[in-house]
C-alpha cells in the first residue's frame, strides 16, 4: 500500500467564494430584515461587501454572513437599530470577537441556526436557478488548484461545512472536475472531527498518509485535540480566510504546518 489522502477543505482552500457569499447573504437578509435593511442603498451595499471580507475569517458556517450583514447595517445606520448589540462595536472588535458574539446576538434577535442556515440555501438555490452563470461567476478557484486536483495522484475528499451541492456545481461548473458524491462530506454530515475519523477508518484508507489542509486555525485545533486523529498531517493554508494573528498562532504550533498556495498545489500531484 502507502500513499497519500487529501482530507480538502473548500472555502478558502479551493474556492474563493466570499464574493457569492457576501452577495447571497445580503439577498438572504432582505428577506427577515427587510426593514431594517430599506436603509442600504447601493454605496451601502458596496460598504457591506467589503466589510464582509474583512470578517470573512470569523465565518465558520454560511448562515453566520446573514448576522455579520445585519450587525453591519445596524453598525453604520444606528437609526435602523432594533436592539442595542451594535452599541459601541466596530468591525475590528467583530473580528477579535465573534466566538462570544454570535449567541448573545441571536438571543437578542430571537434567531435560530437551522432557519437561518435554510433561508441562505434557499437564496442561494434561488439565485442558482435564475442565474447560474451569475452565481458561478461570482465564485473564483484559487490560482493552479482547479489543474492540481485534476491531476492530483493522491485520494481526495472534500471536507466541508458548505452544502455537498454548491461544492459538487462549483467543481463542476467553474473548475471542470467532477469528484464523486461519496468523496464530498458537506454541511450535515458531522463535525470536521467526526469526518477525519471516519475517512481513516475505512479499510480501503489503511496504510494511508493522512493529510487535512484547512484555512481555520480553531478547527485544526479541534483536530489537535483528539487524541485518535494523532496520524494526521495538519496544514493551515495561508491564502485563505485567516488573519495575521491566527497565522501567527499556527506557527506556534507545532502540530500544524503552514502552507503556501504553490506548496499546496504541488502537494496534490
Ligand atoms: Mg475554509
Redesign the pocket.
Known amino acids: 500500500m502507502g500513499g497519500d489522502l487529501y482530507a480538502l477543505?473548500?472555502?478558502?482552500?479551493l474556492c474563493d467564494s466570499c464574493g457569492e457569499s457576501s452577495a447571497s447573504a445580503l439577498k438572504a437578509s432582505r428577506l427577515p430584515y427587510s426593514r431594517l435593511l430599506q436603509s442600504v442603498d447601493s454605496s451601502m451595499e458596496s460598504w457591506i461587501i467589503d466589510q464582509m471580507h474583512i470578517l470573512r475569517p470569523v465565518v465558520e458556517t454560511g448562515y453566520e454572513n446573514l448576522l455579520l450583514v445585519r450587525l453591519l447595517v445596524e453598525l453604520k445606520a444606528p437609526s435602523a437599530r432594533k436592539s442595542s448589540v451594535a452599541d459601541g462595536l466596530t468591525v475590528e472588535a467583530i473580528l477579535e470577537n465573534w466566538m462570544k458574539l454570535k449567541p448573545v446576538i441571536m438571543e437578542e434577535w430571537g434567531e435560530e441556526r437551522d432557519s437561518l442556515v435554510d433561508l441562505f440555501g434557499r437564496v442561494r438555490d434561488e439565485w442558482m436557478e435564475n442565474d447560474l452563470s451569475g452565481w458561478i461567476g461570482a465564485n473564483r478557484f484559487y490560482p493552479g488548484v482547479a489543474d492540481a486536483l485534476r491531476f492530483a495522484s493522491s485520494q481526495l475528499y472534500i471536507v466541508?461545512?458548505k452544502q455537498a451541492r454548491f461544492a459538487d456545481a462549483l467543481l463542476r461548473e467553474l473548475a471542470g472536475i467532477t469528484i464523486p458524491a461519496e468523496r464530498i462530506y458537506g454541511l450535515g454530515t458531522g463535525p470536521k472531527v467526526k469526518v477525519l475519523q471516519q475517512l481513516q477508518a475505512m479499510p480501503q484508507h489503511e496504510g494511508l498518509s493522512l493529510h487535512f489542509v484547512?484555512?481555520?486555525v480553531a478547527?485544526l485545533k479541534n483536530v489537535i485535540k483528539e487524541p485518535a486523529l494523532d496520524g494526521w498531517n495538519l496544514y493551515l493554508g495561508r491564502w485563505?480566510?485567516n488573519t495575521e494573528r491566527e497565522r501567527e498562532e499556527a506557527e506556534s504550533i507545532p502540530r500544524i504546518q503552514l502552507l503556501d498556495l504553490s506548496d499546496f498545489s504541488k502537494k496534490l500531484k
Open positions: 477543505d473548500f472555502d478558502g482552500v466541508t461545512t484547512e484555512d481555520r478547527t485563505g480566510y
